[in-house]
């Protein structure tokens, strides 16, 4: 994750406007979804694109705290969040890490709902809210399926190996500009 | 039949049922991680309310932020007042939009295609 860190830094040198390394705890991912926010109110840009970086820095945070498993967190930070703002446009990355079996879950769902058409991701969409279980975390990739709507086709993922044993780094990278 | 009144947080909505005028109002952000644990409380006082509900019940909901989470957990708990539709009672969701909106107004939609009750989407 380091060196994914090192990367990512030097590519969006200047542009970062927000950065987090550290654990995703419910009261951490709350803290840092107030800070994006004021952040993204300081910056004013229009209120539209604010309110969609948001809604997606909402889904994604809670994405990755209903994914996170127990780690030695101080030995091991598992979770990178960056907010990015180039131009007209957000970027949104995230890297977390996860065990190797609930990556390859991730990574099956966002396949399964990459190959659909928007008009087929609308419908996906309303089957989970409509006939979803009522869950204390929700599911059923709905959140996924959300972010990948909401970013317009400029949603990357990646599964990378980590330094851990059994355990995958899952990787966000989301463009979010004005429609 | 009493009233429920909570007030708004940073991640939670404000709430107010009335349930002597039937009127319903939820307004502010919905964003918790765990909405049901937010929401369970509602569904089941709306579940005491369906018994002795007012002849007309009007739900207002105007919402700045919400997460998927919330969602799920809205259309939980507009279906229970389908009930009142099927004794003969009036109930309506007017849900609110800003023009610049458009994925609070496609929500709003989606309800439309999800519950039974009528969705007015009212622009503000």
């Known amino acids: 994750m380091k060196s994914l860190t090192r990367s990512i830094e030097k590519e969006h040198k200047g542009k970062i406007i927000f950065s987090y390394k550290g654990i995703p705890s419910e009261e951490m991912i709350h803290s840092i979804i107030h800070l994006a926010e004021a952040k993204l109110d300081f910056i004013k840009s229009g209120k539209p694109l604010r309110k969609k970086v948001f809604r997606i820095i909402v889904e994604i945070l809670q994405n990755i705290l209903h994914q996170e498993e127990e780690l030695d967190v101080l030995k091991y930070p598992s979770f990178i969040f960056y907010l990015v703002k180039e131009e007209d446009q957000y970027i949104i990355l995230t890297c977390n890490r996860l065990i190797k079996e609930t990556a390859i879950q991730v990574k099956e769902r966002i396949k399964s709902f990459m190959t659909l058409s928007q008009s087929e991701q609308r419908k996906t969409y309303l089957d989970i809210l409509g006939n979803g279980r009522f869950t204390d975390k929700g599911g059923a990739g709905l959140g996924l399926l959300e972010i990948i709507r909401s970013s317009d086709g400029n949603f990357h993922y990646e599964i990378l190996p980590s330094e851990i044993r059994g355990y995958k780094i899952l990787y966000f990278k989301i463009k979010v500009a004005e429609s | ?124």
């Open chain 2, 1 to 124: 039949m009493n009233s429920l009144f909570l007030a708004g947080t940073a991640k939670t909505p404000s709430i107010s049922f009335d349930g002597k005028s039937g009127k319903f109002e939820i307004s502010g952000r919905s964003i918790p991680e765990n909405s049901a644990k937010f929401y369970m409380p509602l569904i089941e006082w709306v579940d005491n309310y369906i018994n002795s509900a007012a002849e007309d019940t009007s739900i207002h909901v105007r919402l700045e932020y919400f997460n998927t989470s919330s969602l799920k957990s809205l259309v939980e708990l507009f279906r229970r007042f389908e009930k009142l539709l099927l004794v003969g009672k009036q109930v309506e969701l007017n849900w609110y939009y800003e023009p610049e909106d458009e994925d609070m107004y496609e929500s709003g939609e989606d309800f439309r295609l999800l519950i039974r009750i009528p969705v007015k989407l009212i622009r503000i």
